[in-house]
């Protein structure tokens, strides 16, 4: 079992910057990849980014060049670094844990709006 717990979310006007926190426990952090998704009402959940335990990253076309992803092995964290943020990047972010044996687990998520 993974806890995963997002904080970070909030309200920016556009060109802004959030930098969003995805706590996990229950599990060896260091063997998880981790990723972040985002979902708006009425849409699927949608790619944002992911990292490996080996440090392999994935980023949506729509974030590369404005959005990083880190993680932190020893504070069993992973983080989104948001930057240059645009109206259409409004959504709800959900940390994504998935374990050795692909089961797969989420957090609550946290709103993130950017107004124009």
């Known amino acids: 079992q993974v806890q995963l717990v997002e904080s970070g979310g909030g309200l920016v006007q556009a060109g802004g910057s959030l930098r969003l926190s995805c706590a996990a426990s229950g599990s060896r952090f260091s063997n998880i990849r981790m990723g972040w998704y985002r979902q708006t009402p009425g849409k699927q959940r949608e790619l944002v980014a992911t990292?490996?335990?080996?440090?392999?990253?994935n980023y949506a076309d729509s974030v590369k060049g404005r959005f990083t992803i880190s993680r932190d092995n020893a504070k069993n964290t992973v983080y989104l670094q948001m930057n240059s943020l645009k109206p259409e990047d409004t959504a709800v972010y959900y940390c994504n844990a998935v374990s050795v044996s692909f089961s797969s687990y989420w957090g609550q998520g946290t709103q993130v709006t950017v107004s124009a």
């Open positions: 990292i490996t335990s080996g440090g392999s990253i």
